[in-house]
Nanobody
């Protein structure tokens, strides 16, 4: 069973930066997309950013220009560089990997942005 392990969350002041990482416990084949979602208390889980196997990226309007998603296929790892963080970015961030056969979720990492 594949496990996704996220890291890099924490507490940061508004305007600061964090880099999230999500590493798979073993090699994953036939990956379609690697995504980052987030869920704030009382809110639905929302898509923040995604990257396809070909490198095409997509971002939520609320994070465009501030967040950058990238991937290292050799390491089965996806990253989320978050700059100019705002208090409204506070949430638990989850990574997700979709293949032709399965969907994998990480356990989540807390990001808290203080004003």
């Amino acid at each position: 069973q594949v496990q996704l392990v996220e890291s890099g969350g924490g507490l940061v002041q508004a305007g600061g930066s964090l880099r999230l990482s999500c590493a798979a416990s073993r090699s994953i084949f036939n990956i379609y997309t690697m995504d980052w979602y987030r869920q704030a208390p009382g809110n639905k889980r929302e898509l923040v950013a995604s990257i396809t196997s070909g490198g095409t990226t997509n971002y939520a309007d609320s994070v465009k220009g501030r967040f950058t998603i990238s991937r290292d296929n050799a390491k089965n790892t996806v990253y989320l560089q978050m700059n100019n963080l705002k208090p409204e970015d506070t949430a638990v961030y989850y990574c997700r990997i979709t293949t032709n056969q399965a969907l994998y979720w990480g356990q989540g990492t807390q990001v808290t942005v203080s004003s």
